[in-house]
Structure formats: C-alpha cells, structure tokens
C-alpha cells in the first residue's frame, strides 16, 4: 500500500502555498498593457468635455491637423459614420437604453466624457494637438443630484426617456402588510451611501493594432471575451479575428469591466488610421470619468416586535446612476435591494428601486456591486433597534440570524443560502475583538474608544440571463510531451492569485510533485476557453471547478494508457508524485512523462488503440443550484455560493477634531473550503483597507455645476499602510454543497462589512452625545459637526 506521506506530498488544496507570480510583481518584470511595444506605435490623447451638459454645436479640427506629428483626428459626426453606438451588452429588467458612441454626438452629458481623439507620433503632439481644437457649446442646466432628476422641471439628459429615469425595479416577497400591523415598533430612517470610485493604481490603457482582417486588443479590462464582442459589434468586424489580451491588470475592482468609450475608440483610431495606437489614461481622466459607484439612498421602515424580533422590512432606493453608459453598474443597486435582509431570517421584505440619470460620470460596477449598501442599511438598523429598545446589538443580531439548521435558507429574493454556521462565525469575531471587554471602556479625555460589529452575506459567482455575464466556466489541461502541465482558462489576471490556486487545484488532481510544474494561461480570447472573465467573486468557484472537472477527465486518460501498459487494473492505480503506480504492488509504476513520450512520439511504445489521441481536455462547469426562472415561491437563485463574514473593529475618535483612527478591525469569514489560506487572507486585508477607505476618506465629490472636486489623489484621498490597522482574519470553513471543490467566493465581502462596522463602532464611541449615523463618508469635519450639534 501506499504510504501516507506519499499521498500528502500531492495534497496541495488547503496549503498556504507562495504565490506563483508574486516573482514576476516583486522584480517588477510583470508585463502590463502599458509596456507593450509594437513598431510605429502611434499615442492617443483624448479631449473631453469641461462642461457637464451641453449641446455640441460645432468642432473645429483643422488646426489640430496640421500639428507637427499628428496622424488624424476623429470627432462623433466621423465616429457616427464609422462605427454603430457601443454595443449593449448587459441590460436589466425596468432599464432604459440609448445610443451611446465612442465620442459624444450632438450633446455631452457629464464632465470628461470624449469629444474628440488626435493620433499622434508621440505622446507630446499628440497633447498639444489637442489645445488646437476648438469646441463651440452650448450650456444646458446640469442635473446633478437625485432631487435634481426626480424634478420635473429640470432639463431632460435623454429626451427620448420622457423622465430623467434610467432604472425602475421592486422586489417582494411574503406579506408586508400583515406584518407591519403585527409590529410593536416601526423604525424609520434615512440611510444613504456617498459616491466614489475603484481607482486602481494602473489607469486605464489600451493599445490597437489593425492588419486587416486581423485586429490585436491589449486592453486593461476584466473582462476579455466580453470586450471583444463589444468591439466587433460595435465596429462591424468578425469577432472571430478580433484578439483581447490582457498581459496583467494593475487592479481591477469592478470598474475595469466593459464598457468604455476608449475600448471602442482606440481600436477604431488604428483601423481609421492604419497604424497601431496606444492611448494610457491619466490620473485626472480616472477620476472624473472611469465608472463611479455607491450613491444611493434608503428610505427604510422596519416592523419589530419588544423583543428585536424583525417582522419585516420595507425600503425604497434612489439611485444617483449618472449619465447612461452600455456598464452593469445600476445591476448593483438590485443587488443592494436584494441583499437588504442579509444574515437575518426577514421572510417579509417589499423594495422599491429608482435609479435617476444625471450629468454625473457613469455608474458601474465596485468590489462589493451593492451588497456593501444592502449590508450598511441592515447592519445600521440593527444597532439603531437595539439602541431604541435598550437591547445589545449582539442580542438582536442573535435573535433573528439565519441558524445552522436552517440552511439552505430561501430569502424573500430566492436566493438560496448553501451552508454556514453564522451564529458560530460572529461570536468567534465578538471573542478576537474583546467584544465585552471593549464594550465597557469609554476612553480618555478627548479620545474615546467604540466598538462595533456587523455580518455580512457575500453572494458569489452570479448569473445574469440576457446578458454576457453567465454563472459558467471553462477550462481546458493539457500534458506537454515533456510532462508539464498547461491549464488555459477564460478568466483574467486581477493579481488575485489565480495561477497558483488553479495550479494547486490541477496539481492536486493529476497527482503531480511540483505545482510549478503546471502554466495557467488566461486573459487571452485566442488561447483561451470563451470565459466571462473575473468579477463576482467567481473565479475560485466557476474557474477552479473547471480546471478540475477537466483535470479529472484528463486524470481518467492517463489512468486507462498506464493500466494498459502495466497490465493493473485500472481501479487500483494511483498517481503520486507525477508517477502512476498500483496500490498493492507500487514497483509496478509509469510516470506521467512517460506516458506523454508515448502518447506523443510512440516511444518505447504506442499508447493502446483504444484510447483517444492526445493529452488535452476540457471542461465546463455551471453549478446546479443556478437558477435562469423564477421558482413557484417567487424569485430565482443566481448565485453560485454563498460566503459569510462577522466583521468587528475598535475605533477611537478625537472629540475635538472628529477624526476616526481604526485600532483593530476582525475578521472571521466562511468562504467554504480554502484553496489557498495565503491568498485568502491577503485579499481579506486588502479589502478591509480598502473599505476604510470609502468609509473615511474617499469621495468623487462634485459642485451644482456638475464640476468634479476630486481630480488628483491630493483632494481624494486613498489609505496608504499608515492609516492600515491591526488586522486579524480566521478562516471558518463550510463547504458549499453545490460545487465539487466545495468553495466559496471571497473577493468582495472583506469589503462588504465595514461600513457598518466603522459607522457602528463610532457611534458606539459617541454614545455620550446621542449622535446617529446614516450617511457617509465619516470625515473629521463631519463627526466635528455631528458633535457639535448635540451640545
């Protein structure tokens, strides 16, 4: 028999393996688009609107063509002839659309949307050509807030619309009205999140190059085969000579999914031109004109009984969803509305949703796509019942928490929670942070401590019918004749650890020695499976069941050429190591290499006739408990998996500045079963920072004239490791039930619960001055204010 630590040699799921490209990161030779190099290669600089909306009544290009090194220039009537509106490729129910091309037609409608485009032989022509073209507007009234929009006086952004209302969508489920007449307490309040934005260290960059038919992408997106099809339909092209590659991204986030004016523009400037154009985003486009997210604001009633027991919960959300672009932004404010009742078994929940156009940047998508709102809203009423009905916050939380036993749970959406044992989670998270100790110490002087809490349900791996956003995945393995592994999947590299977590995956299931033994090849519409590429936290689910499933395929081949040779049976092999050999007698082996010689070049001898040529598999793999329709209880399942977090932290806050210093923030997440524990907990630390971020400090803050405020990292602020606090991360595992590796999604929950928590644990901090939070971000001069305010 074999020995058991033969067998553990290969186990490689669940080990805390260093990252296979941290190397390439660390020694600064990763390859992103931005270090591309191709011969001629031409630069883009783009002129945008320094109006928020306006009518466009003529440009004048000319001298703009006759700068020194200026290859042409493209303005919208030219783009309009050229090229269709940017395709649609994700919509929702209750949406409204229009055309929208790659640079403004007739009309801008925020600041920095594309007006015209210059091509150049250099970055510097290329900027200065566009100081020589001249753009005669006419001002239009800027719509800028949702009371704005809402309006009916104020000027229309779409005229066609009839209304500045983009999105109209409710959710029910269970009887509302029945439960609100059996309250003993409504609590009403009005929650709001602020606006800001993903803005990752590497901007936006894409570079083109046409040499017809064929046309090479370099693009700075998650999502590479969804991009390529927005190219060819919007340019009219066969999608099958279109290549996307993305090299590595420099952050993704959310907002680097499609689509952008500039996908289109730059691979339309190379085949316009003939030369291949490369266009690099500058900090100040970022951040007035890559997607924005979060503003939205609940109006919420919540039936209780004087027990904390919540009957029901009844919200409407108004959305500031800017001016309209083909993204899946607004899908997020649905999933906040279906998120609403998070951890807590609420069977009775209306949610009214309006999402308003205004002549703010576009609305897309942000690590936690709207389950961070959903989650504050909740987490918040929770800690204002329990302050009303003199209860503590862990006690109400305690009373209505979806139990062990109740899972799987369908909520008021029909989403269908998988596994978990939440109350577990958060008294583990209330132990780390000292809860009760904590919780009796005000502070000293000026400087007072608080201490808060919040759960958070992370939906994972989502499905979205009608669009180009489904809950599957492909991956195909395939033995080199040396014996190396190649694995290609249809994901994007996020610098999230994909390479080591699939290697480990198919390491693992080929019995292999080494996981560096094994290539994960992704972000490449020609080398690849059609994926839908890395968003909603899917990858480990969608993408590393894939690999395994076809590992496993592959597995059973090599297991049938080696029973073949060795004349064993087939039941009674094993591969570790790399080598196949029989359980009972162990010196009957062959190696993997082996096999491949004989699969590829018949040395010493042929493979058995019986078996398939090659060494390659693929396989899809789409998760059973996925539902494209409505289920007889109303509502659908579109998750893959569900994880679950307690969150808890300790602030202290400066009662004569206001400012908020986060001492020690907790973690205690079940993502189902660990591939990685290192890769985990990194994206865990990362994400609460990131939510400190939002939390305190940024903000794409604009005037009533629809001016961006925040146009450089000096007026909006992102943490840096000075303002990181003491992190602690406990991994709590409960496989899903309804994937084979039994994982669970864990790239936006870290995110998803600090807001809560911070807003909990200030409050907590001010409890003396009777102060209420229900809006962000929680800045010195805001908490200033709130304390000055209650005297």
């Given amino acids: ?366 690590r936690g796509y709207g389950k961070d709102a959903g989650n504050f809203v909740i987490e918040r009423m929770i800690d204002i019942i329990a302050d009303e009905l003199g209860l503590s916050p862990v006690e109400v939380r305690l009373r209505n928490i979806i139990q062990p036993e109740d899972l799987p749970y369908r909520s008021f959406s029909g989403a269908l929670y998988d596994s978990g044992d939440y109350p577990s989670v958060l008294m583990r998270a209330l132990e780390l942070i000292r809860y009760d100790e904590v919780s009796r110490t005000s502070g000293e002087g000026n400087k007072l401590l608080g201490v808060g809490v919040s759960l958070t349900i992370e939906p994972t791996a989502s499905h979205y019918p009608g669009a180009y956003m489904l809950g599957y995945e492909g991956a195909s393995v395939r033995v080199e004749p040396s014996g190396e592994v190649t694995v290609s999947v249809g994901s994007a590299p996020l610098g999230t650890g994909h390479e080591t977590f699939v290697a480990q995956v198919v390491a693992e299931e080929l019995g292999l020695d080494d996981i560096s033994k094994v290539r994960v090849i992704e972000g490449d519409t020609s080398a690849t499976p059609f994926g839908f590429g890395s968003w909603a936290s899917r990858t480990a689910i969608l993408t590393g069941n894939a690999a395994l499933l076809a590992a496993r395929k592959l597995k059973t081949k090599l297991l049938k050429i080696a029973a073949s040779t060795l004349g064993e049976d087939e039941a009674k092999l094993k591969i570790v190591g790399g080598v196949i050999m029989s359980e009972d007698s162990p010196s009957k082996r062959i190696s993997i290499e082996e096999i491949a010689s004989m699969v590829y070049s018949c040395k010493p001898s042929p493979p058995p006739p019986t078996v398939e040529p090659g060494l390659e598999e693929t396989a899809f793999f789409f998760p059973d408990n996925i539902e494209s329709i409505d289920q007889p209880g109303g509502g659908r399942n579109t998750y893959a998996a569900y994880s679950n977090s307690a969150h808890a932290a300790v602030v202290e806050v400066d009662a004569e500045t206001g400012l908020v210093k986060v001492l020690k923030y907790v973690v205690v997440t079940d993502c189902g079963r660990v591939i990685n524990p290192l890769i985990v907990e990194g994206q865990i630390a990362g994400g ?67 807001p809560a928590t911070i807003a909990n644990a200030v409050e907590n901090a001010l409890k003396k001055y009777r102060v209420r939070i229900t809006s962000l971000p929680l800045r010195p001069e805001k908490i200033w204010e709130m304390i000055r305010r209650s005297g």
């Fill in 1 to 366: 028999m074999l020995a058991q630590k033969e067998l553990e040699e290969t186990r490689f799921v669940g080990r805390a393996i260093k990252r296979l490209e941290d190397p390439r990161f660390i020694t600064g030779s990763a390859k992103f688009v931005s270090d591309v190099k191709l011969p001629n290669l031409c630069y883009m600089a783009i002129l945008r609107s320094s109006f928020a909306h306006a009518y466009i009544k003529e440009i004048d290009t000319s001298d703009a063509l006759r700068h020194r090194g200026v290859i042409g220039v493209l303005t919208g009537e030219e783009v309009r002839r050229l090229a269709n509106p940017i395709y649609v490729w994700w919509t929702a129910k209750g949406m409204k659309t229009t055309s929208v091309y790659c640079l403004a037609v007739d009309k801008v409608r925020y600041v920095g949307e594309p007006v015209a485009a210059v091509v150049a032989v250099d970055e510097a022509s290329a900027k200065d050509a566009l100081e020589s073209i001249v753009v005669d507007y006419e001002p239009i009234k800027p719509v800028v807030s949702i009371d704005d929009a809402l309006n009916p006086s104020s000027p229309l952004i779409y005229e066609e619309w009839g209304n500045n209302i983009m999105l109209e969508y409710t959710l029910e489920g269970g009887d509302v009205e029945s439960a609100f007449r059996q309250a003993d307490h409504v609590f009403e309040e009005r929650i709001s999140s602020h606006r800001y934005c993903g803005a990752p260290i590497e901007t936006r960059c894409y570079i083109a190059s046409y040499s017809p038919p064929y046309l090479d992408v370099w693009a700075a997106t998650q999502q590479p085969h969804q991009t390529r099809t927005v190219i060819a339909r919007t340019l009219n092209i066969p999608e099958n000579y279109v290549r996307v590659s993305v090299p590595a991204l420099g952050g993704g986030f959310g907002p680097k999914q499609p689509t952008y004016h500039e996908e289109v523009l730059v691979p339309l400037a190379a085949m316009r031109f003939g030369v291949p154009v490369r266009y690099v985003e500058e900090r100040r486009e970022n951040l007035i004109s890559m997607h924005q997210a979060r503003e939205q604001v609940h109006d919420i009633k919540v039936a209780v009984k004087h027990d904390g027991v919540i009957l029901a919960v009844d919200d409407v959300i108004t959305a500031n969803l800017g001016a309209y672009l083909p993204t899946c932004g607004p899908g997020s404010v649905i999933i906040a509305g279906k998120t609403i009742t998070g951890c807590y078994k609420i069977r009775n929940c209306r949610v009214r949703i309006i999402g308003v156009a205004t002549n703010k940047a576009p609305y897309g998508a942000y």
């Fill in 688 to 754: 609460v920072v990131q939510g400190i971020g939002g939390v305190l400090y940024e903000e794409n803050t604009y005037n009533s004239d629809g001016q961006p405020q925040a146009t450089t990292f000096m007026d909006y602020l992102i943490p840096s490791s000075m303002e990181a606090p003491q992190i602690v991360v406990q991994l709590h595992e409960s496989p899903s039930p309804y994937n084979p590796l039994g994982v669970k999604g864990v790239g936006e929950g870290p995110i998803e619960g600090v």
